[in-house]
């Protein structure tokens, strides 16, 4: 009985262990990014300066051009950009609705006419 009973606290702590270690072992949630930060990840590589395709801020348009890009242009003007840094994806697919969503807010809310016009340098 007591070889039982000694068995049964060593399996008991065995399992308290793994257990312990296994919660170790759980990935932090990603870090929710801002606009600023996605601006940077999806669009600086292409829009820095000196740029073949020319340098992009919030500050290049207003705040309604902004607005009439991500509605209007952004899906054409896109549609074939890769992004060979991140496994030769199309950019559009590795861009989510609510990254999209923050990258224009970001980019509106820091336009040429907006009270805190800014770049993302």
Known sequence: MRRLTLGLVALL?????AMAAAEEKKPE???KLDG?????INCKSCHGAK?????FTPMTYIGEQWERFF????AETHKAVVDS????QPLLKLITPA?????RKWCVDHAADSEHPM???
């Open 36 to 40: 600023k930060e996605l601006f940077k």
């Open 29 to 31: 949630p990603a870090k």
């Open 99 to 103: 990254d999209l969503k923050e990258m």
């Open 85 to 88: 840094t991140r496994g030769a």
């Open 51 to 55: 740029s073949a395709h020319g340098e």
């Open 71 to 74: 509605d209007e242009k952004l």
């Open 13 to 17: 702590l065995c399992c308290a262990v």
């Open 119 to 121: 770049t993302c340098g």
